[in-house]
């Protein structure tokens, strides 16, 4: 079992930016491919990052390429999506998830790949 708590969220004006972090706690929770995804109030919920277990590969919807990144710390069991040049449009709640793993390069864009998942946390974005 793994047990994951987002933090970091927030209200900023455009061009602002964040840092959210999620904080995995199980056995192995260092050993799973982590992502973000995020659900804006009406829409559904979208993949936005995901970065596999070692830290080496990282993954970007395309709306927030060159904007955001993601990290982990694996010694803490953290994971980070750096947020910059936020727009109202990033105006969503947040979750990290975790999956045992991503095995083919598309699967991180999918929920069902993920087992375990966060409370989310309110990020808001004002023009």
């Known amino acids: 079992q793994v047990q994951l708590v987002e933090s970091g969220g927030g209200l900023v004006q455009a061009g602002d930016s964040l840092r959210l972090s999620c904080t995995a706690s199980g056995r192995t929770a260092g050993n799973y491919e982590m992502g973000w995804f995020r659900q804006a109030p009406g829409k559904e919920r979208e993949s936005v990052a995901a970065?596999?277990?070692?830290?080496?590969?990282?993954f970007y919807t395309e709306s927030v390429k060159g904007r955001f990144w993601i990290s982990r710390d694996t010694a803490k069991n953290t994971v980070f999506l750096q947020m910059n040049n936020l727009k109202p449009e990033d105006t969503a709640i947040y979750y990290c998830?975790?999956?045992?793993?991503?095995?083919?390069?598309?699967?991180?864009?999918?929920?069902?790949?993920?087992?375990?998942w966060g409370q989310g946390t309110q990020v808001t974005v004002s023009s």
């Open positions: 998830a975790a999956a045992a793993v991503f095995g083919t390069t598309s699967a991180w864009r999918t929920e069902g790949t993920y087992s375990y």
């Open positions: 970065v596999d277990w070692s830290g080496g590969g990282t």
